[in-house]
């Protein structure tokens, strides 16, 4: 026992001296979750604040095309300015619009018949727009289009339809209600960019918990000092674990600081508070499975590097590769299906989907059982690859 | 204190240590020497544990090596040739670090450290960061960790490379005091020949991987005028 907590005693000694990790681990992520939260904090807003710049210029002035105009710039997402249609390309380049539509002459006409085999509306489209924006706008247009096209046609069918009449039938109406699910139930919550945000740096701050790890580990390897502590009875396994349980604590301490940031000090920047949900035991049991594969993963890594140096460059890499390929840097959501399909070979991915599933699904172990079974499995592989490099190279060592 | 009998290391096609037999008295100082590849480090490796002969037997203390490790190097007190500390922490702290390893707490722990602190010199930069001693206090502050709990056999790889002379001057008289007070049994492995003369009562030389010589030092040097003269008239032909 005496053993254990001299090793603790040591690492913590040995960390609290290590500033520039306690930087990583701590202040890194921090600014991270902050800086994503609000960067993103619009993408996940249903109240999107996020505008798309629209032109309209009109060669026909007639009742179809101011109301067309007027229910153009009721919609939600875009922000208009008008323009003559000779001018709209120019005006677009120099004011940096990257979406225009022109309402052609015979557009009134058009909107009482059935049929139209000569469209009398021109969309400008700039290579720059995101095929998202351009459904969006497209669908905005058409939309708009053929709700006066309805109305129009309806008091072509009744003379006597008064002025007030079409323009209540042109009212928007409420056609659907909004729930978010969660987990089996519903709720009226929405999910917030925070949510991602808080989980997946805390990840990637949890694996660079190597810089630390490789500080100390890769030292004792070139020191001899692992043959001292063989000499004085020290296992191998006796020495992982005294490893391993500072570190965990670290681990943790990180998970309840980044927990806080979401919860308290980006709000104070304008951004969504994080909600953690109810179910904090599975928090805390992914937070520990996570902290042991990441713990494990740099044992291994620095078993087998030669230079500190070298565990930084190459565990900053993987940490990277992993980080970027499992939905920590961009959400899953925005990849396409193929990246979707990678981010099963990063463990970042199978800890951000543990998270993601308690705070936005409320889940329970029931639930991602699957994904803590991979990180236990991938754990304990890197754990045992450690073990039997550290015992090779105390035999090669003599 | 230490025999060894029979003991034979084979690394690949190559004998490393060759049926190899000798003791080590209670209370000697034991210079183990022989040029590079001869097998100092091989057979060093083996009296600590870490390498497991392919033959042949090892006795501490009168327990078997091999047969009951733990106990066996619970008696090992052990100073590597490279300085296995921890630079970021402070000499201290590395004393404590390594005490609590080897079992000590408390009164006892406390008392170990002012023992080799005061035994080695170290009283003055003992709370300095080890990143900022010189490396003769490097040296000393590695063999202090070897002396924690005063262990009754002590093995010392090259503990005077690279040292400057004050350092080296300290540790000499350290490991004498140790023998002469206590009694303890020292191996003690050097390529600086006047130091082996100058501490050592008995003498180990190996040559590919056998014994070539073991006795007295005042017996196998008396009739040369030097180790050194020794080994070129009966060794190095």
């Known amino acids: ?398 | 204190m230490i025999v060894v009998c029979t003991v034979t290391k084979y690394f690949g096609e190559k004998a490393a240590l060759n049926g190899i037999s000798f003791s080590v008295p209670r209370g000697s100082i034991t210079g183990l020497i022989g040029r590079n590849g001869a097998g100092k480090t091989t057979l060093m490796g083996i009296l600590c544990g870490l390498i497991r002969p392919d033959s042949g037997s090892i006795q501490i203390g009168g327990i078997e090596l091999f047969d009951n490790m733990t106990l066996a190097r619970e008696m090992i007190g052990y100073v590597p040739q490279k300085t296995s500390l921890y630079p970021e922490m402070t000499g201290r702290e590395n004393l404590m670090y390594f005490g609590l390893i080897r079992g000590l707490g408390g009164k006892k722990l406390t008392d170990s450290i002012h023992e080799v602190m005061v035994a080695t010199s170290l009283e003055e930069v003992l709370d300095r960061r080890v990143s900022h001693y010189s490396g003769g206090m490097q040296k000393r502050l590695n063999l202090a960790i070897g002396l924690l709990g005063n262990p009754p056999l002590l093995y010392l790889d090259e503990p005077t490379v690279g040292v400057d002379q004050e350092s080296r001057e300290i540790i000499l008289e350290t490991l004498l005091k140790m023998s002469h007070e206590r009694g303890t049994t020292i191996l003690y492995t050097s390529h600086y020949l006047q130091e082996i003369e100058r501490i050592c009562d008995r003498l180990i030389i190996l040559d590919d991987g056998v014994v070539v010589a073991n006795g007295l030092s005042a017996t196998l040097l008396r009739e040369s005028e030097s180790l050194e003269q020794y080994l070129e008239e009966n060794i190095q032909k």
């Not at chain 1, 099963?344 to 599933?357: D, I, Q, R, V």
């Open chain 1, 1 to 398: 026992m005496r053993k254990y907590a001299a090793g603790i005693l040591k690492e913590f000694w040995l960390l609290k001296r290590d500033i520039h990790a306690l930087m990583v681990l701590f202040v890194m992520p921090s600014l991270f979750i902050l800086i994503m939260s609000l960067a993103m904090r619009d993408a996940f807003s249903q109240n999107s604040e996020v505008h798309f710049k629209a032109m309209v210029a009109c060669e026909e002035n007639s009742s179809a095309s101011r109301d067309f105009l007027a229910h153009l710039k009721a919609i939600k997402g875009f922000e208009w300015s008008e323009g003559k249609s000779t001018q709209l390309p120019a005006l677009m380049m120099e004011h940096d619009v990257l979406l225009g539509v022109i309402v052609r002459p015979g557009f009134d006409e058009a909107t009482h018949k059935n049929s139209s085999q000569n469209p009398k509306l021109t969309l400008l489209i700039a290579p720059e727009a995101t095929p998202l924006a351009k459904i969006l706008f497209e669908t905005a247009v058409a939309g708009t289009a053929a709700k006066i096209n309805m109305v129009n046609q309806m008091s072509s069918l009744n003379p006597w339809m008064t002025r007030e009449e079409k323009e209540e039938a042109l009212v928007e109406k409420v056609w659907f209600e909004e729930h978010f699910l969660q987990g089996k139930d519903t709720t009226d919550i929405r999910p917030t960019s925070v949510q991602q945000s808080v989980p997946a740096w805390l990840i990637f701050s949890m694996f660079f918990i190597i810089i630390p790890i490789s500080n100390t580990f890769v030292n004792e390897r070139r020191l001899g000092t692992l043959a001292r502590l063989a000499v004085m009875n020290v296992s191998i396994g006796n020495l992982l674990v005294s490893k391993m349980i500072p570190y965990f604590v670290i681990n943790q301490i990180q998970f309840i600081a980044m927990l806080m940031v979401g919860m308290f000090i980006v709000p104070l920047f304008g951004g969504d508070a994080l909600r953690i949900g109810d179910n904090i035991g599975a928090l805390l049991v992914v937070s520990s499975v996570l902290s042991f594969a990441s713990i494990s993963y740099a044992l291994a890594l620095a078993s087998f590097v030669r230079t500190t140096d070298q565990a930084v460059t190459i565990g900053g890499v993987l940490n990277i590769i992993f980080a970027a390929i499992g939905g920590i840097m961009i959400p899953l959501f925005v990849m396409p299906p193929f990246m979707q399909q990678l981010a099963l070979f990063s463990p970042m991915s199978w800890g951000l989907e543990s998270f993601l599933a308690i705070f936005l699904h409320n889940s329970g172990l029931n639930d991602i059982w699957l994904s803590l079974g991979a990180l236990i499995l991938f754990g304990s592989f890197c754990l045992g690859l450690a073990a039997w490099k550290l015992n090779r190279e105390l035999k090669e060592a003599q």
